[in-house]
């Protein structure tokens, strides 16, 4: 003779599996969400460094006179003996910024990764990439354009990129400035 039960109080082990197997279901969106912002949230940090990382080579550069011609900054030169072309000049390296003395120095600079004022790698910053580009660009007040003949404005532009671990696009942020000729920055 078998013994049974008309009030169980306890819990099958089918009832437990269908259970677990709901909560598990219902995790899996849940750890999507969670990966996703951490995802995002590492982005943000990539960028925010990269902005950071952009805004610093600008005001490294602002620290430049306006021309190799000018003899202090913020001293203002005709066009006519503006150095030309833009790009590095007689005496300065164009793979060691320390030389570097005017602000069109810089145009095709790149670093990977950042350097110092001193032009050392900048420990923590292997993953990104820093590019710099300036031009002649015409009076701002009626439409920034580049422009092929000198002009009192040139536009420096800094570009700063990183790849995400495992990712194939390179992400980027990008910050312009433009100098004045005869403007102490």
């Known amino acids: 003779m078998f013994l049974t039960r008309k009030n169980k ?28 912002a951490v995802t995002g949230t590492q982005m943000t940090g990539s960028a925010t ?28 030169i005709s066009l006519t003996s503006a150095s030309d072309p833009l790009g590095t000049d007689a005496g300065e390296d164009a793979n060691d910024k320390t030389t570097f003395d005017d602000i069109d120095d ?21 993953g990104y990439q820093l590019k710099v580009d300036v031009i002649y660009v015409t009076d701002p007040t ?18 700063v990129s990183w790849q995400k671990t495992g990712a194939a696009n390179r992400y980027s942020v990008e910050r312009s400035k433009i100098f004045y000729n005869g403007i102490k920055y």
Do not use: H
Not at 113 to 123: A, F, H, T
Not at 142 to 159: A, C, L, N, R, Y
């Open 9 to 36: 109080k306890g819990v099958t082990l089918v009832e437990l599996m269908i259970t677990v197997t709901l909560i598990l279901l219902g995790l899996i969106p849940l750890l999507k969400m969670f990966i996703s």
């Open 49 to 76: 460094v990269a902005d950071n990382i952009a805004k610093q080579m600008l005001a490294e550069i602002s620290q430049k006179k306006w021309d190799e011609k000018c003899t202090v900054k913020g001293e203002y």
């Open 106 to 126: 810089y145009k095709g600079w790149e670093e990977i990764p950042p350097r110092d004022l001193s032009n050392k790698p900048i420990p923590g910053y292997e």
């Open 142 to 159: 009626t439409g920034v354009t580049s422009s092929t003949s000198k002009t009192d404005f040139k536009q420096v532009t800094v570009t």
